[in-house]
């Protein structure tokens, strides 16, 4: 039987300043070589002000039609906006003891804080504003929106080296979910903001207020899987650290268990197309691939669309 997977619980990635800056020259690359105004054109979206109503025209979006003016005037008029000055993207980091999972060299947490850091400079390099919601079991940390480079990287390094949730309570008071403040998220990030969802989104319901979080921002959610999210690996019963349960397990490689992982899997994935239906609102990344080369895939597909 293979060797429990190692893990180390309430661990801080080492040195978030120097990793960001590492990060740094990567993201500037890419926002001069390869996404070229791609990444402000794709979080653009709606998040635009009013400025008056036009006809409308072949080619024009047909969600900014009026429909009381068409209805009026019997010809079909659409609303004009005019572009905000600057983008507000707030960071939504829901971190659970799952994601202290990993299968290979990196766990799921530090994946998704890279692409959470990753995030943050594109905002610091297009001169947008950027806050973070770190909300864990135990509570949560709220930096509101902050402009410029220096801050914006301070903020970033403040989430990457925020400790994990601590996994050495008993599991009957063992805490799996992050209570997100989704009333205080609205004070802080005005209307239309980019509102960015990173977690593991196991099987649930909508929070209470997501309805209306989605009327009011711009949401999109980002989500880390480890090669066992997907398919449990084959071979005899092997060993593994559960976070969530706080206890080593040992999987028999039964077919009830492959029958219930497949059924989780589609539990999940449910949950998540039910919180964010546009397939262009969503993006999925594994452990093991390029988190940079992921996101700009992402803006791609939504610039093309």
């Given at each position: 039987?293979?060797?429990?997977?190692?893990i180390?619980?309430g661990a801080?990635?080492?040195?978030?300043?120097?990793?960001?800056?590492?990060?740094?020259w990567?993201?500037?690359?890419a926002?001069?070589n390869?996404?070229?105004?791609?990444?402000?054109?794709?979080?653009?979206?709606?998040?635009?002000?009013?400025?008056?109503?036009?006809?409308?025209?072949?080619?024009?979006?047909?969600?900014?039609?009026?429909?009381?003016?068409?209805?009026?005037l019997?010809?079909?008029?659409r609303?004009?906006?005019?572009?905000?000055?600057?983008?507000?993207?707030m960071?939504?980091f829901?971190?659970?003891?799952?994601?202290?999972f990993?299968?290979?060299?990196?766990?799921?947490?530090?994946a998704?804080?890279?692409?959470?850091?990753?995030?943050?400079?594109?905002g610091?390099?297009?001169r947008?504003?950027?806050?973070?919601?770190h909300?864990?079991?135990?509570?949560?940390?709220?930096?509101?929106?902050?402009?410029?480079?220096?801050?914006?990287?301070?903020?970033?390094?403040?989430?990457l080296?925020?400790?994990?949730?601590?996994?050495?309570?008993?599991?009957?008071?063992?805490?799996?979910?992050?209570?997100?403040?989704w009333?205080?998220?609205?004070?802080?990030?005005?209307?239309?903001?980019?509102?960015?969802?990173?977690?593991?989104?196991?099987?649930r319901?909508?929070?209470?207020?997501?309805?209306?979080m989605?009327?009011?921002?711009?949401?999109?959610?980002?989500r880390?899987?480890?090669p066992?999210?997907?398919?449990?690996?084959?071979?005899?019963?092997?060993?593994?650290?559960?976070?969530?349960?706080g206890?080593?397990?040992?999987l028999?490689n039964?077919?009830?268990?492959r029958a219930?992982h497949?059924?989780w899997?589609?539990?999940?994935d449910?949950?998540w197309?039910?919180?964010?239906?546009?397939?262009?609102?969503?993006?999925?990344?594994?452990?093991?691939?390029?988190r940079?080369?992921?996101?700009?895939?992402?803006?791609?597909a939504r610039?093309?669309?």
């Amino acid at each position: 039987m293979p060797s429990p997977l190692p893990i180390t619980p309430g661990a801080a990635p080492a040195s978030p300043l120097a990793l960001l800056r590492k990060l740094e020259w990567r993201v500037r690359h890419a926002v001069e070589n390869v996404l070229s105004g791609e990444y402000r054109s794709a979080f653009r979206g709606r998040g635009m002000e009013f400025d008056q109503v036009v006809k409308y025209e072949f080619g024009d979006d047909v969600r900014d039609i009026d429909w009381n003016v068409t209805a009026r005037l019997g010809e079909p008029y659409r609303k004009k906006f005019v572009e905000e000055r600057e983008v507000t993207v707030m960071i939504v980091f829901e971190d659970t003891p799952s994601l202290q999972f990993g299968s290979g060299a990196q766990s799921k947490r530090e994946a998704l804080l890279e692409l959470a850091g990753l995030v943050m400079l594109l905002g610091a390099v297009n001169r947008d504003r950027v806050g973070f919601l770190h909300a864990k079991p135990d509570g949560y940390t709220l930096r509101e929106p902050v402009r410029g480079r220096g801050p914006i990287l301070h903020a970033a390094a403040s989430l990457l080296g925020a400790p994990a949730p601590q996994l050495t309570a008993p599991s009957s008071q063992l805490q799996t979910r992050s209570d997100i403040p989704w009333r205080l998220l609205a004070r802080a990030a005005p209307r239309h903001s980019i509102l960015i969802w990173l977690g593991d989104f196991a099987p649930r319901v909508a929070p209470d207020g997501w309805a209306v979080m989605r009327k009011r921002y711009q949401p999109m959610g980002f989500r880390v899987d480890d090669p066992w999210d997907r398919k449990l690996p084959e071979g005899d019963a092997f060993a593994a650290y559960d976070p969530v349960s706080g206890q080593l397990v040992t999987l028999e490689n039964s077919t009830a268990e492959r029958a219930a992982h497949a059924s989780w899997c589609e539990q999940r994935d449910a949950t998540w197309r039910e919180l964010f239906p546009d397939t262009l609102t969503r993006l999925v990344v594994g452990t093991e691939e390029d988190r940079l080369d992921a996101l700009v895939r992402f803006f791609h597909a939504r610039q093309a669309h």
